[in-house]
């Protein structure tokens, strides 16, 4: 039997990712406008648009094979401009503008950071495996900041409303710290989970999905707070003890 010829791809297929790239990136240009005019909460939503381009980018890239080193590096320099520069723009001129100096440089050293953050992960992608990450990735980061100006209106009382810029300049340098340590933090990219068990994954999925939709301005917050504790936790108690089992293991095996 003849073998079936692949027909060649389109040649459109090759640039429908730095579209999306490209797309990603004009979100996070069109939330710092918004936010020069004091538009915050539309700003945290342009910023969380950019990170549904920023997801849907690599995903088609890979299904269509078109990944290119071209296509990294422009992902790359997207989400430093709309995780990086754009929360940064977005937290100074909602809060951290009232801290003066140390506001300004909390700002540029979130940008700073997640630059370093990009880089580190285009030298360690070959190497790093992809169940988890090393360091918070910066969309995390970025979008840790758009929920916390999406949440602020279900904090009640003067006293702990008083208390928010405090609380974002603390977030502030946890999150840039934290992009730069070498804590480990969940990708969502092994799929071995789901295949083993499809159906409980897909029910806590659609759970999750209503519980958001209901509320998403108070459990977004809630959602990407907990990501960013759970990498210290993962790191100190889980790593640890795996790594305390294997040492033991190995002393044992050398009695």
């Known amino acids: 039997m003849a ?6 791809k389109h040649k459109g297929v090759y640039i429908l990712p730095n579209l999306l790239t490209t797309a990603s990136l004009f979100c996070g240009f069109l939330g710092m406008t918004w936010a020069v005019e004091g538009k915050f909460e539309m700003c945290a939503v342009a910023i969380f648009v950019s990170a549904l381009f920023d ?23 997207a989400d430093l401009v709309a995780f990086g520069v754009t929360p940064a723009f977005m937290i100074y001129q909602w809060k951290l503008h009232e801290f003066g100096r140390l506001g300004l440089l909390a700002a540029f050293l979130l940008i700073a950071c997640g630059a370093l953050r990009l880089a580190r992960f285009n030298v360690q992608t070959s190497i790093t495996p992809k169940s988890f ?4 990735p910066i969309p995390a980061g970025g979008c840790t900041l758009a929920s916390l100006v999406l949440f602020e209106p279900f904090i009640s009382g003067h006293v702990i409303h008083g208390a928010i810029p405090v609380f974002s300049l603390i ?5 840039s ?3 730069v340590s070498t804590v480990r933090y969940y990708s969502f990219k092994d799929i071995g989970m789901f295949k083993a068990h499809p159906f409980s994954s897909m029910v806590t999925a659609i759970v999750i999905f209503v519980l958001v939709a209901s509320q998403p301005k108070f459990l977004g917050f ?5 990501y960013l504790i759970s990498g210290p936790i993962y790191t100190v108690f889980f790593l640890a003890r795996r790594s305390s089992k294997l040492l033991g293991k190995s002393s044992k095996e050398l009695m």
């Not at 997801?55 to 320099?77: M, N, P």
């Not at 990450?133 to 918070?136: D, E, N, T, Y």
């Open 3 to 8: 073998r079936e010829k692949k027909l060649p």
């Open 55 to 77: 997801g849907l980018d690599g995903k088609v890239a890979r299904l269509t094979g078109t990944s290119s080193e071209f296509g990294i590096q422009l992902d790359s320099l």
């Open 133 to 136: 990450f090393i360091g918070l």
């Open 171 to 175: 977030l502030v340098y946890c999150l």
């Open 177 to 179: 710290f934290m992009m």
């Open 222 to 226: 809630i959602i990407f707070a907990s």
